[in-house]
């Protein structure tokens, strides 16, 4: 299953790790392969700062997809398209859904219901998803939503099965289940843990992982973001150590870091099946571009 | 005022409230605080959210007791907190602490049992905008005005937004506006209102099914009673906010796009909520290591393997992008004092060795916190030994 084939791709990880950063580098790369792609975030509902807008030079993002280059788009999942869509869905046509619509009462209580909120996202994404252009293919081909911190990555993945289990039935429950289905599908869709080579990331994206397999989201793999490359072989390496505890110098951290990012992937592997993809340590301020490479070649043979 | 050092702060104040975007810090930073408060001689709590387990563990305390936890002496003494100093911490499961307002707040025991057991408050509440930040400044308030403790730390939970927890009452209020909620629960009124009971019910039943919409009926019903009471608190807490005895603290981490964020929402809360910054805290800094010489400066011994000059050749590129990343840092530090002014501050704290335990963390950063430089290299110093 290679990375392009599939539909939808869900980016998560901890604050911190540069889960925005490879998101952005993850769909300037599949719209380079000629996919048309869109990428997407949470909007939240307070407005205002958007990290992957400025990562792919927006200040600001709207529920309608900004055209960014020839196959790249960007746009924020907006609860209040989700709501409209589905109470267009499951209402009959006529004067209810005329009046539901221009009803400010029943847009509060959407707003305000627990969960709701929630819901109107996945019903945003599934509108995106079922998109079609005039000659019957996906408007969009692949993509990729920035999801947010760890807690609401799972409410929003888990969030299918806690409303079929509050609402077994009805116009609502097919539609949540048309969507579970999509996103439960592992020639679909696929969970991206974003982490770093480091002892407390590592341990979290073990418990993220867990999560996500109970809400049965199929895992893509791990990213295992900032990796760095170590250039010494042994003989140097031992020569360097026995030097540097002598003279503290620049460079040492970097040493240091080397030897923690390997026994944290070798936690990983031990700690997980999925697959891992290494991704290069960037000392420049924007390391969009060199991800965006390595990322562009990895599509190509990534299962 | 000029700007106060981490202890004149920390001895004038009632309470810390810690805010900042998430994967920042925020919780540790919260802890080394109280820790450092606690060394002073203060009797000190600490709250947060949703904690990690690690830091349960390092504290010696469970996670989501019903009250605060106060330390046991051998973990105070490992620690280095001494007579008259104390530390408790509460580390709050926003479903328990919920659980706990409806029993205190609702009317009747029979009406606690109705709503505790209603299918979407069991499912949803923990998922309620604002509910985790509403239950924070719940927690807070019932320590204002109780002299138990000096000082109160209090970790804001993660959030995208990382001034949200300072509008939770607005946000929450959604639910207290009568208006709308008295139009799912039915009743008298007049046309209009009827009319719009009966549209939003047709909607609702067509959407969700006959129960639940009756469920979602009695759950608002019942839970905006709840926070109605709740609201006054939420009130006053918003004029104590205001007041001397609190400073806020906006916690980030040393890169670029979470210090323009930090700045963002300095401004925001500052134009729409009339409350201003204590000051900022970079977190994770490696501002120290720029002063160390670079590798190939060093004189090497007569002695040295071959192997040793290759190696050096290696590092150098590494070194030098070591060197850039502590600049940055700095750099991002004086953009932070900038910012901050003649009144604020901006406190540095050092990156601690990966592999730290939790205790050692905390101990660190208390120890960096009370250091004047407060940029000075951690514990063990930047060598590979």
């Known amino acids: ?12 990880g901890k604050g911190g790790v540069g889960r925005t950063t490879v998101t952005a580098a993850l769909a300037r790369a599949a719209a380079r392969h000629g996919r048309r792609t869109l990428a997407l975030e949470i909007g939240d509902p307070d407005g205002g700062y958007s990290p992957l807008g400025r990562l792919l030079g927006r200040e600001t993002l709207s529920e309608t997809p900004a055209r960014l280059s020839q196959h ?5 999942l907006w609860a209040p398209v989700g709501h409209e869509g589905f109470l267009r869905s499951v209402l009959p046509g006529g004067p209810l859904i005329k009046s539901a619509l221009k009803s400010r009462a029943l847009r509060k209580f959407l707003d305000a219901a627990p969960s709701f909120h929630e819901m109107g996202v996945f019903f945003h994404l599934l509108l995106l998803l079922e998109a079609t252009r005039e000659d019957g293919q996906p408007e969009h081909e692949v993509i990729l939503i920035d999801m947010p911190a760890t807690g609401h990555t799972l409410a929003l993945t888990g969030l299918p099965d806690l ?3 509050l609402i077994p039935r009805g116009p609502v429950a097919k539609a949540l289940r048309r969507g579970q289905a999509f996103m439960n599908n592992p020639a679909q869709a696929a969970a991206w843990v974003v982490t770093l080579p480091e002892q407390l990331p590592v341990t979290e994206s073990l418990e993220l992982l867990d999560g996500l397999a109970r809400t049965q989201v199929p895992i893509g793999g791990v990213l295992l973001n900032r990796y760095p490359d170590d250039p010494f072989d042994p003989e140097e390496r031992a020569a360097l150590d026995a030097f540097m505890a002598q003279h503290p110098a620049q460079g040492g951290l970097a040493l240091k870091r080397i030897d923690q990012a390997q026994g944290a992937a070798d936690r990983l592997r031990a700690g997980t099946d999925a697959l891992i993809v290494s991704l290069p340590e960037v000392w420049v301020d924007d390391p969009g571009p060199v991800l965006e490479a390595q990322l562009h070649a990895a599509m190509r043979r990534t299962p | 005022m000029s700007a106060p050092s981490p202890a004149q702060l920390l001895d004038a104040r009632k309470v810390i409230v810690c805010c900042g975007a998430g994967g920042v810090g925020k919780t540790t930073v919260s802890a080394s605080l109280a820790l450092a408060a606690a060394r002073r001689g203060k009797r000190v709590l600490v709250v947060t959210i949703d904690p990690s387990k690690r830091l349960a563990e390092a504290l010696g305390v469970d996670r989501n007791p019903p009250e605060p936890v106060a330390l046991a002496a051998d973990r105070l003494a490992k620690l280095g907190v001494q007579a008259p100093g104390s530390l408790s911490a509460w580390m709050l499961d926003p479903q328990l602490v919920s659980d706990t307002v409806v029993r205190e707040r609702s009317r009747t025991p029979d009406e606690a049992e109705r709503l505790l057991t209603n299918p979407i408050y069991r499912n949803v509440s923990a998922m309620i905008a604002g509910m985790q930040e509403y239950t924070a400044v719940e927690a807070l308030h019932a320590f204002v005005g109780d002299d138990q403790y000096d000082l109160v730390v209090l970790d804001t939970p993660p959030s995208r937004n990382a001034l949200r927890f300072l509008d939770a009452p607005d ?28 549209l939003i019910e047709k909607v609702l039943d067509t959407t969700f099914g006959e129960d639940t919409r009756r469920d979602l009926q009695v759950f608002f019903e019942l839970f905006s009673q709840i926070l109605g009471h709740l609201n006054k608190n939420q009130h006053d807490m918003r004029a104590f906010f205001q007041s001397e005895a609190v400073s806020f603290l906006l916690v980030t ?13 300095e401004k925001k809360t500052r134009e729409e909520l ?4 204590g000051g900022y805290v970079l977190n ?21 393997p071959a192997a040793l000059g290759r190696a050096l050749g290696r590092l150098a590129p590494l070194a030098q992008a070591e060197a850039q990343l502590a600049r940055t840092h700095a750099d991002l530090a004086s953009e932070l004092r900038n910012r901050a002014g003649d009144h604020g501050f901006a406190w540095v704290l050092p990156r601690l060795p990966d592999g730290a335990g939790a205790l050692e963390a905390l101990i660190g950063l208390a120890d960096a916190l ?11 110093g930047p060598t590979t030994a």
């Open chain 2, 284 to 304: 994770r800094s490696l501002a120290w290591a720029a002063d160390l010489p670079m590798p190939d400066t060093l004189r090497r011994p007569v002695d040295a």
């Open chain 1, 72 to 76: 790249l788009s960007v746009a924020h």
């Open chain 2, 171 to 198: 946000r929450v209020g959604a639910f207290l506006d009568r208006r709308i909620f008295n139009l799912f629960v039915p009743g008298e009124g007049g046309v209009i209102r009827r009319v719009a009971s009966r």
């Open chain 2, 274 to 277: 009339g409350l201003h910054l």
């Open chain 1, 163 to 165: 409303l079929l289990g």
């Open chain 2, 253 to 265: 981490s040393p890169a670029r796009e979470a210090v323009t964020e930090a700045f963002f929402f």
């Open chain 2, 370 to 380: 009370m250091t004047d430089g407060l940029a000075a290299s951690p514990a063990g």
């Open chain 1, 1 to 12: 299953m290679r990375f392009l084939d599939r539909r939808i791709h869900l980016i998560t």
